[in-house]
């Protein structure tokens, strides 16, 4: 434990990376899950196939090996991100670190897909029906009418998928980010017997991020819920 | 039950491993001919530890399978090489057991994390694992040496302008994930980076990723060697590991046994032939045999 | 919702449109794959000799007894493990004590929410590393059965309340006491619902026993790790274990799929969200 309070600045700046991972690859696996949810049901059939593979593909695969494509096999064909160098201060986002960033989109995105599209499901027929009635076209239905209420039955599960996309950032500590489960490990290593003081502070720490992502989608969910 | 079909399912990882080998050669000549001494009647006191192992013929040595020049074990061959397994050779001849009898010398893995307990189980009789000696260590497990002093370095391309850790503030350097290498890489105030293993290290390095890579000087000079031509090591060493031998704390007669046999390699000349064969390949040169401790004061 | 829902039967006009994007989707498609190939190819990954370890006996031999078969050990182990868990902790939480029901809310809550890998770390120090060899081998299905148990527990309990309330009130209207009520008419009911989703937690927990890389636990990551240290092929290592891992995990949902129209029915399939108070989601 004591060693968690004399290094409170290295414990803030791995918090940061995780948080960092997290919002970065949150927002971008929300961009790139509603565009392949979008094709997942949208008239165009092959797309609709392509996507439907491709989320099969990559939910079967642990996020360990989908980390090992990017980080470890990736520079083998030439995938590197050595044109990503930013400093902020002491956090430096490196080519490995956009490697991490890549993969977890990647990841995250197929569950966004289907969080997304079983939110489509929720919307009752006649609203899709209505829309079509009135005369919008697919593009009109889908962004006025069905994916604004898909969004709302989505946040459930779409938190569920932003929250064990926050836990999963911990697997980048072995792929070259100095997040928090990286920072743990280290001071276990040096501190053998406070182990469990240690354990206990990063877990905690995680606990109550969790219920911060976990706070925000129930404000969202009540906000936006339909009557 | 389950504890014993994992056994088998792991060491059937190596031999399945090894049965396939598609001929990776080039290490059978970092190893020298070790002959088993003869006639161990009556050499070993009545009731030692060196006694029971010469008597069986049989011993178990943990050493590390994944360090190049100290201890590395290629999947095509049986024994394992480098400077750590040299050591363990003249001891276990020592013995009158062959070290290239692998019915009677057991290479037993042994990672750092599980030396201790492996020593403290009796799984190994003892252990050559690039295990420094730490007071900490020496509460729990017997330990002497030192038979090689070595420290933390820094390895960079061959092309590379870096001399030393100093060229290298704020600059990311590659040790293994939960390692006290990349620890020490942080505290010279480097930024560390970390890699599943050292053999990724190398891959970032080799993609630039990384400017520079940094763990145990032997090591590094083990991967420049396996890596000619392209990596080279630099700075001075800023840490000081003793790799020295382990032992079961309740067989505290092994310690002057263990020394005497280090000490004879030292003045016949045998051990720095060990280096030139293991770690010397890398381009070290071979430096002064390090002083060993006292038994009596461990 | 039938996707021609979404859009009216399309007329002639549309239909060439999507025509169009058919063959726009086709062309795009098959560009990524020839790019994906090219690189491969460009970078020497296609050669015979990268590939070779995976159609030597030996190695096959390897990847699916020590590698596979391994894993799915592990898996069954730690779900098996987790059912108990699971059902403790559930039926835990709904105890009517709260001296009983409050510290199982507090561990479920924090165990779903703590990251696995450092739970195995953890167990890892404090239990592997003087177990020997099994020692990984256990730290990956302790810290399996800790998690998955406790994502199970909001499963057992959402089973639970999903028997019509009528049941308990006629069991109670018959004389029965309180842990008859749960177990002779509750808990057979709550399984058959839940078994679809016990199944998908399979799928996770073989996922997640690749997580067993950091503490050196054997399984099928840990072989592909052996080859590719030893052949530099990381690339296709990466696919063969990546094509491994998704053969089983579809067989899995494969069985869940079964199973869910064998004992569920056309019911919409038991969905528990991964933490919090969030009842729709589902663990990934």
Redesign the interface.
């Known amino acids: 434990m004591e060693i968690v309070l004399d290094n409170l600045d290295l414990v803030a700046l791995a918090f940061t990376y995780t948080v960092l991972l997290f919002l970065i690859a949150g927002v971008l696996s929300m961009v790139f899950g509603t565009l392949l949810a979008a094709m997942r ?8 196939k ?1 996507t439907s593979v491709y989320v ?2 990559v ?7 989908v980390l ?2 990017f980080r ?2 990736g ?6 991100f ?1 044109f990503v160098e930013i400093e902020i201060g002491e956090i ?1 986002i ?3 670190f956009t490697a991490c960033v890549v993969a977890l989109t990647v990841y995250t995105a197929a ?1 966004v897909c289907e ?1 997304l599209r079983s939110g ?2 929720a ?1 009752p ?1 006649g609203q ?2 209505a829309a ?1 009635a009135i005369g919008l ?2 593009g009109g ?2 962004r006025n009418v ?1 994916l604004p209420q898909a969004f709302r039955a989505a ?7 932003q ?3 926050l ?2 950032t ?2 980048c ?6 997040e ?3 920072r ?3 001071f ?3 501190e ?1 017997g406070e ?2 003081g240690i ?1 206990i502070s ?2 905690v720490i ?2 109550f991020l ?2 911060i992502v ?1 706070f925000f ?2 404000q969202l ?1 009540r906000r936006w819920r339909i009557a | 039950m389950r504890l014993i079909k994992t056994k088998a399912a792991v060491a059937g990882v190596g031999l399945a491993l090894s049965m396939a080998a598609c001929g990776n050669a080039g290490s059978s000549d970092e190893s020298s001919d070790v002959q088993a001494a003869e006639d161990c009647d009556g050499k070993f006191e009545e009731g030692s530890k060196m006694a029971e192992l010469a008597d069986a013929g049989e011993v178990t040595v943990g050493v590390k399978f994944d360090q190049p020049g100290l201890g590395f074990k290629d999947a095509s061959s049986d024994v394992p090489t480098g400077f750590d397994i040299e050591m363990a050779k003249l001891l276990v001849a020592d013995l009158c057991i062959d070290p290239e009898d692998t019915d009677a010398v057991t290479w037993e893995e042994t990672i750092s994390d599980n030396r201790e307990p492996y020593l403290q189980e009796g799984r190994v009789d003892m252990v050559l694992a690039t295990y420094s000696i730490t007071p900490e260590r020496q509460a729990i497990v017997g330990q002497t040496g030192p038979y090689l002093v070595t420290g933390q370095r820094i390895m960079v391309k061959k092309e590379s302008d870096v001399q030393s850790k100093e060229d290298l503030q704020g600059e990311e350097v590659c040790s293994a994930e939960g390692s006290t290498s990349i620890e020490n890489v942080e505290k010279e105030g480097m930024v560390p980076a970390s890699a599943p293993d050292y053999t990724q290290c190398i891959e970032d390095l080799r993609n630039g990723s990384v400017e520079a890579m940094s763990t145990d000087g032997a090591i590094l000079y083990g991967y420049a060697a396996d890596n000619p031509g392209e990596f080279k090591v630099v700075g001075p060493e800023f840490s000081e590991e003793r790799i020295g031998v382990g032992y079961p704390k309740e067989e505290p007669e092994m310690c002057e046994w263990i020394n005497g046999v280090i000490q004879d390699a030292y003045d016949d000349g045998t051990w720095a032939k060990a280096y030139e064969a293991t770690l010397g390949k890398g381009g070290a040169e071979t430096p002064e045999p390090p002083e060993l401790d006292d038994c009596k004061a461990a | 919702m039938p996707a021609n829902v979404l859009f009216d039967s399309p007329g002639p006009a549309t239909i060439a449109r999507h025509r169009i994007y058919t063959v726009l989707a086709v062309i795009g498609l098959i560009g990524v794959l020839a790019f994906v190939v090219w690189r491969l190819y460009a970078n020497g990954q296609l050669e015979y000799e990268l590939w070779e370890p995976f159609l030597t006996p030996a190695y096959i031999e390897a990847l699916l007894v020590d590698g596979l078969l391994v894993t799915l050990e592990m898996a069954f182990s730690a779900v098996l493990l987790a059912v108990v868990f699971g059902l403790i902790f559930g039926v835990g939480k709904l105890s009517d004590h709260a001296w009983i029901s409050w510290p199982c809310w507090a561990v479920v809550e924090f165990f779903r929410a703590v990251p696995v890998l450092l739970l195995m770390t953890l167990v890892f120090y404090s239990y592997g590393v003087n177990h020997g060899e099994g020692g990984a081998y256990w730290t990956v299905v302790l810290s399996l059965m800790v998690y998955n148990g406790a994502v199970l527990a909001e499963v057992f309990r959402a089973g639970i309340q999903a028997v019509p309330h009528g049941q308990a009130e006629a069991a109670y209207a018959v004389g029965m006491r309180k842990t008859q009520v749960m177990n002779i008419i509750m808990l057979p009911q709550a399984v058959k619902i839940m078994l679809p989703a016990i199944i998908s937690q399979c799928v996770v927990a073989l996922k997640d026993t690749s997580l067993g890389y950091v503490v050196a636990a054997p399984g099928l990551t840990a072989v592909g790790r052996l080859i590719y240290n030893q052949f530099e092929n990381q690339v296709p290592t990466a696919i063969v274990l990546a094509g491994m891992y998704i053969t089983v995990n579809l067989l899995l949902t494969l069985a869940a799929t079964w199973a869910q129209k064998k004992f569920v029915g056309e019911k919409k399939p038991l969905e528990v969200s991964a933490v919090g108070h969030l009842d729709d989601g589902r663990a990934v």
Not at chain 1, 41 to 48: I, S
Not at chain 1, 75 to 80: E, H, M
């Open positions: 049901v949208g008239p165009v059939d092959v797309l609709n392509a099969t593909l939910r079967n695969t642990p996020l360990l090996i090992i494509f470890i096999a520079p083998k064909v030439g995938l590197k050595g430096r490196t080519d490995l569950f969080a489509v499901n919307v027929l899709a029906e079509r076209p697919f239905t889908m069905v946040v459930p599960p779409l938190a569920s998928v929250i064990a996309l836990k999963n911990t697997v500590g072995i792929f070259g980010v100095s928090a489960f990286f743990m490990h280290s276990t290593n040096s053998p182990r469990y354990f990063f877990a995680f606990v969790v219920e976990s989608a129930n969910e």
